[in-house]
């Protein structure tokens, strides 16, 4: 059974840092690409990074180039988000996702066919 399941969220202060992290069971990892999603309170889900199976290499939306990074452990089946520097602006759930089996990394939703439960990410002073 094909299962994603996020965690890392919480409340951090702006500037602070968390690291989320997507377990991946019942396929494996290394074979898809896999991207993270966030959504705000009354808005759309948004693409935030996805990361290539074949040659690692990552894509990210404007606003969190230089303060996002993201990552993959093969051998524990796991896609992390590493995210510093956070603003309000970062405030939303985040889900990580699997991108169809024959798509490249694409920031649209309907290019996903597995999705996490989400984990909420609050940055607030």
């Known amino acids: 059974q094909v299962q994603l399941v996020e965690s890392g969220g919480g409340l951090v202060q702006p500037g602070g840092s968390l690291r989320l992290s997507c377990v991946a069971s019942?396929?494996?990892?290394?074979?898809?690409?896999i991207g993270w999603f966030r959504q705000a309170p009354g808005k759309e889900r948004e693409g935030v990074s996805c990361?290539?199976?074949?040659?690692?290499?990552?894509g990210y939306r404007d606003s969190v180039k230089g303060r996002f990074t993201i990552s993959r452990d093969n051998v524990k089946n796991t896609v992390y988000l590493q995210m510093n520097s956070l603003k309000p602006e970062d405030t939303a759930v985040y889900y990580c996702?699997?991108?169809?089996?024959?798509?490249?990394?694409?920031?649209?939703?309907?290019?996903?066919?597995?999705w996490g439960q989400g984990t909420r990410v609050t940055v607030s002073s």
């Open positions: 990361i290539s199976s074949i040659d690692g290499r990552a």
């Open positions: 019942g396929f494996t990892l290394d074979y898809y690409h």
């Open positions: 996702a699997r991108v169809m089996r024959g798509y490249g990394c694409s920031p649209s939703k309907t290019d996903y066919d597995y």
